[in-house]
């Protein structure tokens, strides 16, 4: 595992390299873009809590992907179960205004959480009984999220303009005032310790519950799990939703935490970014905390290196998709580093047996 | 009947680069490599003949020629960059949905932030292909009015490709070759064919395609390159596995999603059409692709070998 993480390390660095390059290559300074880059996500309270924010549900997102991926199973519909556990729980708040903040918000959170399980449980159902492939029935799954949402957001909860619903009330939200007051009002919120929570709570799952260990036994080797007598259907289905809540919950956090609209005729890109965060983070929790961090901070500098430099902000995107290219033929990083490995190993041998013949 | 001829026409239109990247993706999972990243291919192919055909209409605008080198450009762009996944998914035995995974990100970005570099807006505007009715065919009643008025040349040259896939595939020695390795292909080894040229070819003619493709559509309907072909390309992957990875098939099911999706489109103009909910019409196409490939799985025709990385020593 650690070599794993040193792995990860290189695709970073090697991704930072090719995005020094592309600019390099369209006429600006790499240097200058880069201090911008991480200026404009670290610099003061403020960025870093948008840093912080930015990277909630990537967080979230990361883990849906990571935690199906254990049990061999290839969500790429987050950004479906995000919009459809969002959507939810955007519903909820509008509905139930009356209520304290006390009692909607965890309301919210629950259904955001049960409507992207809801939303996973059909491609999981339909790989378990059927041999559907789930890469295809998610993507299926996607459009389907997007067109109800398209539909039923203008329908029922118009907002100002014709693409969005209303606006949630501060009290439906994820917003906490001395939060955004301690990081010089910043729009970070709540949805960061749902987050860190879920790290936690998924973490423990993986690593110390039955449930976990029959996860990972489905995902290494389905036939012999099916021979041990765990359930691979049952595992399936299961992975699948919990996968789908951890996605719906990336919905909660990012329409009633960052924003405070659901905007309707776009794929919330961050169900695909969960896919990098989960390889960068190689599948492990507290791997894409970090990764999603990472990726948070490159997204909240883009903007301000755009704004200070002739740099497009794509570039973000662009270091992000080299990264994961570097991470997926992550092979060749090993090879290279057995290479080496293997060299420095036979000059030390080398040494040593010159020393030996010394002292005979 | 009308109503049809009215919309056909449409229809077509999105079909062809569905039926071209589809076919794409045929020759590579027939080869035995998942290519996943059909919609990143798709983008680089529209991007590189906007890129062209904008820089050449501004000498020689109102010319025809110019919109086919566009459409050169975009295949040779796609094969170029099919290459990248060819070298992890063939040479490196990564992981091909991962690896697909980054070829759409890559492409994505790479294209929006060089088009920003060029235009500013990142989009970049093209005048797109003429339609034309076909000399004495499009006479026939009923037929000329469906296939051979109003339809863009592009259509004829993926038909064209249909029928020569289709050929190759099963007639050609290259295509008995190109199933033995999605097959079996240590079988195919055994026999003396070089499994991974096979494999390489099969990836870099579905760039090709895939390249194609997106440079149709930005010839034909859309005129506009923006950064995305909105999810086609996995439309076509879900394409290739409805029509159970045979040419034939894919037309069927790439007709029916240009014909649903159409339908859809166009259903609040249509008085017949107008009582059935959108949200309904909308969501047809991906409700039967699901249950399509429900009653399919049983009987699923997928190359054996496909997504499984080929390494000589291994039994």
Not at chain 1, 292 to 315: D, H, Q, R, W
Not at chain 2, 86 to 96: C, G, K, P, V, Y
Not at chain 2, 110 to 128: E, K, M, P
Request: one cysteine or more.
């Amino acid at each position: 595992m650690k070599k794993d993480g040193f792995i990860s390390l290189i695709a970073i660095l090697l991704g930072l390299i090719a995005g020094a390059i592309l600019i390099a290559a369209t006429g600006n300074d790499p240097i200058e873009g880069f201090t911008y880059l991480f200026q404009g996500g670290l610099q003061n309270a403020e960025r870093i809590g948008n840093t912080l924010a930015t990277a909630t549900p990537l967080i979230l997102a990361g883990l849906s992907v990571a935690f199906a991926f254990r049990t061999g199973l290839f969500n790429i519909g987050a950004a479906g179960q995000m919009l459809f556990g969002g959507f939810c729980a955007t519903a909820v708040g509008l509905t139930l205004v009356d209520l304290p903040s006390i009692v909607i918000v965890p309301l919210m959170v629950i259904v955001g959480f049960l409507a992207g399980a809801l939303w996973a449980f059909i491609p999981g159902l339909l790989k378990a009984k059927f041999n559907v492939h789930e890469v295809v029935s998610t993507i299926m799954m996607n459009w389907i999220a997007y067109w109800t949402i398209y539909y039923l957001v203008p329908q029922y909860f118009k907002g100002n303009t014709e693409t969005e619903s209303k606006n949630l009330p501060d009290s439906a939200t994820l917003k906490m005032h001395w939060l955004s007051d301690l990081f010089g009002g910043s729009y970070i919120n709540f949805g960061l310790f749902i987050a860190a929570i879920m790290v936690i709570v998924i973490a423990f799952i993986i690593n110390r519950t039955v449930l976990g260990y029959e996860l990972k036994a489905v995902g290494y080797n389905r036939s012999a799990a099916e021979y041990a007598g765990i359930s691979v259907n049952r595992n399936v289905i299961l992975s699948m939703m919990i996968s789908g809540g951890l996605a719906g919950l990336a919905g909660v956090v990012q329409f009633a935490g960052n924003a405070s609209t659901i905007q309707i005729g776009i794929l919330p890109s961050v169900g695909f970014d969960g896919i990098a965060v989960a390889l960068l983070g190689m599948n492990t929790p507290i791997g894409v905390f970090f990764s999603a961090i990472f990726f948070g901070l490159l997204y909240s500098g883009k903007g301000f290196m755009s704004a200070m430099t002739a740099i497009p902000p794509e570039i973000a995107d662009v270091i992000i998709a080299i990264i994961i290219y570097f991470a997926a033929t992550s092979v060749l990083i090993k090879k290279v580093m057995d290479y080496f490995g293997k060299k420095r190993k036979y000059r030390k041998e080398a040494v040593e047996s010159n020393v030996g013949e010394k002292v005979k | 009947m009308d109503t049809i001829i009215q919309i056909f026409p449409y229809a077509i239109a999105y079909t062809i680069p569905l039926l071209i990247v589809a076919l794409g993706g045929l020759f590579s999972e027939r080869s035995g490599v998942v290519n996943i990243g059909l919609e990143g291919l798709m983008v680089v192919g529209g991007f590189a003949s906007a890129l062209t055909i904008s820089k050449l209409q501004e000498t020689n605008p109102g010319e025809a020629w110019v919109i086919w080198v566009g459409l050169l450009v975009a295949v040779l762009a796609g094969a170029l960059f099919s290459l990248l996944h060819a070298f992890a998914s063939i040479n490196l035995n990564a992981d091909q949905v991962i690896s697909g995974i980054a070829i759409n990100m890559i492409a994505g970005a790479l294209t929006i932030f060089l088009a920003r570099n060029l235009t500013g807006s990142g989009n970049i505007r093209v005048n797109g292909m003429d339609r034309g009715d076909v000399r004495f065919l499009s006479d026939i009643p009923i037929i000329g009015d469906l296939f051979f008025k109003n339809a863009y040349a592009t259509t004829w040259l993926v038909l064209l490709i249909l029928i020569v896939s289709t050929f190759i595939i099963y007639k050609t020695r290259f295509g008995l070759r190109l199933r033995a390795c999605g097959e079996y292909p240590q079988a195919a080894d055994a026999a003396g064919i070089n499994v991974y040229r096979i494999r390489y070819l099969g990836v870099i003619i579905s760039g090709a395609f895939s390249g194609l493709g997106g440079a149709i559509i930005l010839v034909t309907y859309s005129g506009e390159f923006t950064g995305s072909v909105a999810g086609l390309g996995f439309l076509a992957i879900a394409a290739l596995i409805f029509g159970q990875w045979k040419p034939l098939g894919i037309l069927a099911a790439t007709l029916f999603f240009g014909v649903a999706t159409t339908v859809a489109n166009v259903s609040q103009v249509i008085p017949s059409l107008a009582q059935i909910p959108p949200l309904a019409l909308k969501l047809f196409p991906y409700v039967v692709t699901l249950i399509a490939l429900v009653i399919f799985s049983k009987s699923s025709q997928a190359p054996k070998s496909v997504g499984v990385a080929y390494e000589k020593g291994k039994r």
